[in-house]
């Protein structure tokens, strides 16, 4: 009995596996150039977006400091928080119908994390070399050149993630005043921080993030289905694999290993941790033009057309994530287009509720009046509700572009004209020069 212990004792299980540094290799081919317009497309957007200008001021910025979102012509208050919830929504449903459409597209060709690693990798072959070259550096003892070129390429690195991250900060401090003038404690922290996870997501993780922090790849089967378009391997034409005449259509040369950049055996099926880039379908090609076999062992394709059945793709899922998308894309075009450019909130002066002046009952009022366009405006104050309710004083205001003002109002009704108790009445503000800038506004007036 106790040699059996002893052994069971000596038994070590690991729960997490090491990782093994992935080498991807560079292929060319149709998909690989439109990872690289994918690339170009969106870094030129995230880049140049921060140089906009519009109206004398950065296009798209989000002032959080001031609470105010600018986006080109538009002026967001924080009350505008439901076209917010609205880009949200769309942006999940999207991703949702292409999804359950096309699979991976997002992860493929447009998430930060993929097209920053590919911009990383980028750098690393152009001063290491390809694959072969990489692996082979890795594994010689230190020395000057080793220790010179990694220099370099993180370098190179570490000068991008800063700019990356000066970029983004750039979008809530205007950029041409980040970089002309010595930034606060928040923009030097939040420029290291965005720099330092560009850094180590693209540069170090890779796909570490894809694979384990990454919650889209765990949830992705509930939106698979037969009729899903995904990266497929035909094992009846490839199998079984080898180089002789007998044998299929795979070669084994292990290209579609070595190009994917989770490291993942495609011609294993689908797994979770396929992002869909179609590195491996252009380093099949590669291979299936030299050795003078078709193209397609490894292409784009849905589950029923590998298993000889007609793919669908009008089908429940997608009619049902397209009716949702186009009625709320919609709902928030209409809502923006009928989007009324002035804000009015009424607060009533509790210090004062009602009082007594002359032969009139009088309650004071504060109206919060903001102008969410960029032209100055003059605003006429009116009073509805009660025979012979009126304003004291002046009914009119002026205010700059982007600007909000509390407003005190006194609003006065003869003494015989009203019963006590609570009276309902109206404020209507509007801009006698732009007919579509008014706002009515409920309140109570109270006699005592």
Known sequence: MDAPLRELDAVETSLYEVRKKIYPRAVHGWFAGWRWAMVWATQLVFYGGAWLTWNGRQALLFDIAHRKFYLFGLIFWPQDVVYLTVLLIVSALSLFLFTAVAGRLWCGYACPQTVYTEIFLWIERKIEGDRNARIRLDSERNSARKIGLKAIKHGLWIALSLWTGITFVGYFTPIRELLSSAPGAWEIFWVGFYGFA?????????????????????????????????????????????????????????????????????????????????????????????????????????????????????????????????????????SLWLRVPLKVDVIRDRAAIAREVEDEIENVYRLQIMNTTEEARTYEIRVEGLREIHLAGAGMVSLDGATTRMVPVRVRVKADQAERGTHPIAFIVSAPESPRETVREKSVFIVR
């Open 198 to 334: 560009t850094y180590g997501n693209a540069g170090w993780m890779r796909e570490q993030v894809c694979k384990y922090m990454c919650p889209y790849a765990r949830f992705q089967s509930a939106m698979f289905d037969k009729d899903t378009l995904i990266i497929t391997y035909d094992a009846k034409r490839g199998e079984p694999r080898g180089k002789k005449a007998d044998k299929g259509d795979c070669v084994d040369c292990g290209i579609c290993v070595q190009a994917c950049p989770t490291g993942i055996d495609i011609r294993d099926g689908l797994q979770y941790e396929c992002i869909g880039c179609a590195a491996c379908i252009d380093g099949c090609d590669q291979v299936m033009d030299k050795v003078g076999k078709p193209r397609g062992l490894i292409r784009y394709s849905t589950t029923h057309a590998l298993e000889g059945t007609k793919t669908r793709v009008l089908r429940p899922r997608v009619l049902v994530y397209s009716a949702i998308l186009l009625a709320i894309m919609a709902a928030g075009a209409v």
